[in-house]
T-cell receptor, first 111, second 113 residues
Framework: AQSVTQLGSHVSVSEGALVLLRCNYS??????LFWYVQYPNQGLQLLLK??????LVKGINGFEAEFKKSETSFHLTKPSAHMRDAAEYFC?????????FGAGTRLTVKP | DAGITQSPRHKVTETGTPVTLRCHQT?????MYWYRQDPGHGLRLIHY???????DKGEVSDGYSVSRSKTEDFLLTLESATSSQTSVYFC????????????FGSGTRLTVV
């Protein structure tokens, strides 16, 4: 079965700094990969998805992620953090019709 | 998201009582899912449905049952609630099983005392 590992349960950055949230996956077949964002007291919202087209995927709110098959990674980045980016972020992998979520990374943005 | 609503938003119940959570969608999506969210575990699938009266178990289905009598409604029932079922429950929908990602409801915070 596929699995997802998010490195770092908490990440703190200063406003304007680079955001890097790490995600590694394991899958026996080419996977679909996703990043979701969760704001307090809300459900998860899809940020972006990789579905075997371009390896660099652009999402909403200025986020992007790069699929690296050799590293089995799908890290999420944003060049310049904004206060409104403070939230919890979940990486997810889907293969054979089974979607698995990582444990989440809470992003804090300091002024 | 207006296309998917969960009720109630909050519930406190006593150990041993039955509890039903409701998920309602207006998107006419085929697939509906129930997840629970717990700190350190991310989201774990409880049950999902691939059509009216068609359901299957997920990763953590023990102690839960589901029903889907109409396309738009997916009910999650805790037959006899336990403290270990205190959690935040999310419903999600999708048109296809995995390719496009899911749309989530706002969640139900359930406390079993």
């Amino acid at each position: 079965a596929q699995s997802v590992t998010q490195l770092g349960s908490h990440v703190s950055v200063s406003e304007g700094a680079l955001v890097l949230l790490r995600c590694n996956y394991s899958s026996s077949v080419p996977p679909y990969l996703f990043w979701y964002v969760q704001y307090p007291n809300q459900g998860l919202q899809l940020l972006l998805k990789y579905t075997s087209a371009a390896t660099l995927v652009k999402g909403i709110n200025g986020f992007e992620a790069e699929f690296k098959k050799s590293e089995t990674s799908f890290h999420l980045t944003k060049p310049s953090a904004h206060m409104r980016d403070a939230a919890e972020y979940f990486c997810a992998v889907s293969d054979n019709n089974d979607m698995r979520f990582g444990a989440g990374t809470r992003l804090t943005v300091k002024p | 998201d207006a296309g998917i609503t969960q009720s109630p938003r909050h519930k406190v119940t006593e150990t041993g009582t039955p509890v039903t959570l409701r998920c309602h969608q207006t998107e006419n999506h085929r697939y509906m899912y129930w997840y629970r969210q717990d700190p350190g575990h991310g989201l774990r699938l409880i049950h999902y449905s691939y059509g009216v009266k068609d359901t299957d178990k997920g990763e953590v289905s023990d102690g839960y049952s589901v029903s889907r009598s109409k396309t738009e409604d997916f009910l999650l029932t805790l037959e006899s609630a336990t403290s270990s079922q205190t959690s935040v429950y999310f419903c999600a929908i999708s048109e296809v099983r995995d390719r496009d990602g899911y749309t989530f409801g706002s969640g139900t915070r359930l406390t079993v005392v």
